[in-house]
């Protein structure tokens, strides 16, 4: 199993960002797919998470309304799509599943948002 994110970067207070996470190793289509966070100094929180067909999703309330988690199936990859960002989404964005009694993680991606 294989999760590669990508998409991050240096944005504008206000600003958008879309994160993906490209998944290899295993039958995405068959499993749920989350993001995750970690500010510097902070636990590592759950941003969103989406179900295995994209028919259902959930979110954080500090990103809500803000975040949208999306999947291609057909292209094995799950995006976050961030929007008027403040500050305090700094962080580190993490890809996540689990199979089985298994939970997998990518390496993360560096999202700074700062004027």
């Known amino acids: 199993v294989q999760l590669v994110e990508s998409g991050g970067g240096l944005v504008q207070p206000g600003g958008s960002l879309r994160l993906s996470c490209a998944a290899s190793g295993f039958t995405f289509s068959n499993y749920a797919m989350n993001w995750y966070r970690q500010a510097p100094g902070k636990e590592r929180e759950l941003v969103a998470l989406?179900?295995?067909?994209?028919?259902?999703?959930d979110y954080a309330d500090s990103v809500k309304g803000r975040f949208i988690i999306s999947r291609d199936n057909a292209k094995n990859t799950v995006y976050l799509q961030m929007n008027s960002l403040k500050p305090e989404d700094t962080a580190v964005y993490y890809c996540?599943?689990?199979?089985?009694?298994?939970?997998?993680w990518g390496q993360g991606t560096q999202v700074t948002v700062s004027s």
């Open positions: 996540y599943t689990y199979i089985g009694r298994n939970t997998y």
């Open positions: 989406i179900t295995s067909t994209g028919g259902s999703s």
